[in-house]
C-alpha cells in the first residue's frame, strides 16, 4: 500500500510529460503535412533525372 504514495506521482508527473512533448510536437508542426513525406519516397522525381 505504500508503493501507491510513489507511484501515484509519479505516474502522474510522467502523464504530464508526455503532454508537454505531445503539446511541443503539435505546435512545432511535426505532424503538418504527413502524406508529403509517404509521395516523396514513391514519386521521387531528383533520382530519376540522375540516372538518365
Known amino acids: 500500500m505504500d508503493i501507491l504514495y510513489l507511484l501515484i506521482p509519479v505516474s502522474v508527473v ?12 503539435i505546435s512545432a508542426g511535426q505532424f503538418d503535412e504527413l502524406d508529403r ?3 516523396s519516397v514513391v514519386e521521387d ?4 533525372s540522375e540516372y538518365k
Not at 510522467?14 to 510536437?25: D, K
Not at 522525381?45 to 530519376?48: A, K, T
Open 37 to 39: 513525406e509517404g509521395k
Open 14 to 25: 510522467i502523464v504530464f510529460v508526455i503532454g508537454a512533448i505531445f503539446w511541443w510536437a
Open 45 to 48: 522525381r531528383e533520382s530519376e
